[in-house]
């Protein structure tokens, strides 16, 4: 089946830094990713599409400048958190899927990330 | 916000019983779809019922949708100690191909 690997699984950083976070689909390729965050106890925000060989498409409210999304090949999107400060501290997570419309989405395991 | 929303919010049951979740959501979909997520982990793909169907099963699973209600329901029969987790309902709109979580329900079985 289809698989979605997320890396690192956590992060400490400190405030002012950036992270990269990496999201790879293994057995297939993906045209299309998604990023989410999860603060504690609540639901998946969709932040972006990512979209392989062109720009991201951001949801309402996200920092495309803060939240930088990369998708320059059919397996691997990276999530960069620019100038992270502590109010970035959250739980994110990619997914991807074959065929959207037919099947579910896989997820990667998500990425813990504190900012200190 | 295109975020749906879940009822009840929290459920606690004993193992064997049926757990219910409900879901309704706000705008028109292609389907609608349900995940189940372990504290602090990824989420785990559990059915995908389309905007024409009205019911599917997977095993313990039913999940039924009612478009013109704009709500589907989640039903986890026989439920297991290992059952207890939050799970989610999701949509993909119509002519988009992003998901749009709700916001979950936790559920623990207890032994």
């Known amino acids: 089946g289809a698989v979605v690997s997320q890396h690192p699984s956590w992060v400490i950083c400190k405030s002012g830094t950036s992270v990269k976070i990496e999201c790879r689909s293994l057995?297939?390729?993906?045209?299309?990713m998604f990023w989410y965050r999860q603060f504690p106890k609540q639901s998946l925000m969709l932040m972006a599409t990512?979209?392989?060989?062109?720009?991201?498409?951001?949801e309402q409210g996200v920092e495309k400048d803060k939240f930088l999304i990369n998708h320059a090949s059919l397996t691997l999107s990276t999530l960069t958190v620019t100038s992270a400060h502590p109010e970035d501290s959250s739980f994110y997570i990619c997914?991807?899927?074959?065929?959207?419309?037919?099947?579910?989405?896989?997820f990667g395991s998500g990425t813990r990330l504190t900012v200190v | 916000s295109q975020q749906g929303e879940e009822d009840p919010q929290a459920l606690s049951i004993q193992e064997g019983e049926n757990a219910t979740m409900n879901c309704s959501y706000k705008t028109s979909i292609n389907n609608l779809q349900w995940y189940r997520q372990n504290s602090g982990r990824g989420l785990v793909h559990l059915i995908l019922i389309r905007s024409n169907e009205r019911e599917k099963h997977s095993g313990r699973l039913r999940v039924t949708l009612d478009t013109s209600k704009k709500s589907s329901s989640l039903l986890i029969t026989a439920s297991r100690a290992a059952d207890t987790a939050s799970y989610f309902c999701a949509t993909v709109q119509t002519g988009a191909n992003n998901l749009f979580f709700g916001t979950g329900t936790r559920l623990t079985v207890i032994p």
């Open positions: 997914s991807a899927s074959l065929t959207p419309i037919n099947y579910g989405y896989t």
């Open positions: 057995d297939f390729q993906a045209t299309t």
């Open positions: 990512s979209n392989e060989g062109s720009k991201a498409t951001y």
